[in-house]
């Protein structure tokens, strides 16, 4: 590149200067300049790592706080479940023992007591007559005590009048059940409050009462009517209290 003198007229003087010292200049304002927004790039970074590592220790210092409330909640929780005294709830109702503490039900006005055995699939025949021998079952895919939605426990059938003595027919005095009865379960060492508020014969092809959900925690006793047959079904539904 050629340089040039140029004049310049300042006043009554002309002066003469050269087109390479404002080049070199301009050079030096931008060199300055970058160097400038290097140092305040470099400042913002190292401020970001100095900065860090405090916030770290200060967050660390904050979070026991949350752990120690949290774990005194659960402490206290736990402390009010362990302070429930199943035995002394059960004499306090007149009943004496119950066959299984994780789940059993207890029906005080006909004196069923009995255990139930969870989440069998009635689709299993040998399945469900095996765990009919033992107590009443509740059906696979139901809901459980605690949750909403119906609970549906079923009491052995027979396939003849002259094999009831065969088999465990439980839920037998379901019969004399009434409206406003109440019903026990004891699930996981808790028990479960529920009132009766239907009871009525069916058709053994009626289902409406397995498939319709419901809102409620409710339950549902099923057997079948008349004692010793298959004909129908006696339906007990019951609400939780």
């Not at 299984?100 to 299993?124: C, E, G, M, R, Y």
């Not at 079923?154 to 003849?160: A, E, L, N």
């Not at 319709?212 to 009517?225: Q, R």
């Amino acid at each position: 590149m050629n340089h040039q003198q140029l004049p310049y007229r300042d006043g009554h003087l002309v002066v003469i200067y050269d087109t390479r010292i404002i080049e070199n200049h301009y050079k030096k304002n931008d060199f300055k300049k970058k160097i400038g927004y290097f140092c305040l790039i470099l400042y913002l970074v190292s401020l970001s790592l100095i900065a860090q590592p405090i916030i770290a220790v200060k967050n660390y210092h904050q979070s026991p706080k949350t752990t120690v409330s949290t774990a005194k909640n659960i402490s206290e929780n736990q402390k009010q479940t362990n302070n429930f005294n199943l035995a002394d709830w059960l004499n306090k109702k007149g009943i004496t023992s119950i066959p299984d503490n994780n789940f059993s039900l207890i029906i005080p006005q006909i004196d069923i007591n009995t255990k139930v055995i969870p989440l069998v699939d009635l689709a299993d025949e040998n399945a469900t007559q095996k765990a009919l021998k033992t107590g009443v079952v509740q059906a696979k895919g139901s809901s459980s005590p605690g949750q909403l939605g119906t609970i549906y426990i079923f009491g052995h059938s027979t396939d003849s009048p002259w094999h009831i003595k065969l088999y465990n027919a439980i839920f037998y005095p379901l019969k004399d059940v009434e409206e406003g009865s109440e019903i026990i379960i004891i699930y996981e060492g808790n028990p479960f409050i529920y009132q009766v508020e239907e009871k009525k014969i069916i058709s053994a092809n009626d289902l409406q009462y397995l498939t319709n959900p419901s809102e409620k925690e409710k339950l549902i006793l099923l057997t079948c009517w008349p004692p010793g047959t298959t004909l129908k079904r006696l339906l007990i539904v019951a609400i939780r209290t």
